[in-house]
């Protein structure tokens, strides 16, 4: 699976990646920024999308639209990745076209399970 983390936190892109790669056929791709993000969509489309919701240049909300687009990929699967009180950002999330909402430190075992599920697996939020 290729899934593309987008965080300008480093320690926290780090823990994503590790995660993923001891999971195993996780390939990743990181990002610090909306701009840089959409410049690795340019060659690269990942099957999902994690998404900070407080990027430098922009917002988690107004990404994931652009990140979309600029794949021609209408039902990219993404989930908002968040430090904020996620009952809080959660159904506006949900409202925004995420599958779902992490608050930070994120649960590692969530994380990879989340990530094993395709779109319509029973559960799959």
């Known amino acids: 699976m290729k899934v593309l983390y987008v965080d300008d936190d480093r320690i926290n892109t780090l823990l994503f ?23 690795r969509v340019r060659d690269w489309a990942p099957e999902l999308a994690v998404i900070d919701l407080h990027l430098p240049d922009t917002l988690g909300y107004a990404l994931l639209p652009a990140l979309r687009a600029a794949l021609a990929a209408p039902a990219l699967r993404a989930f908002l990745c ?10 506006a999330a949900r409202a925004a076209g995420f599958a779902g909402c992490w608050t930070k430190p994120v649960d590692l075992a969530t994380v990879v399970a989340e990530l094993s599920r395709r779109p319509g697996d029973e559960g799959a939020r």
């Open 82 to 91: 968040t430090a904020d009180d996620g009952a809080e950002v959660g159904e």
């Open 17 to 39: 990646t590790e995660t993923c790669r001891m999971a195993g056929r996780i390939e990743v791709r990181t990002a610090d920024s909306g701009a840089e993000a959409l410049e």
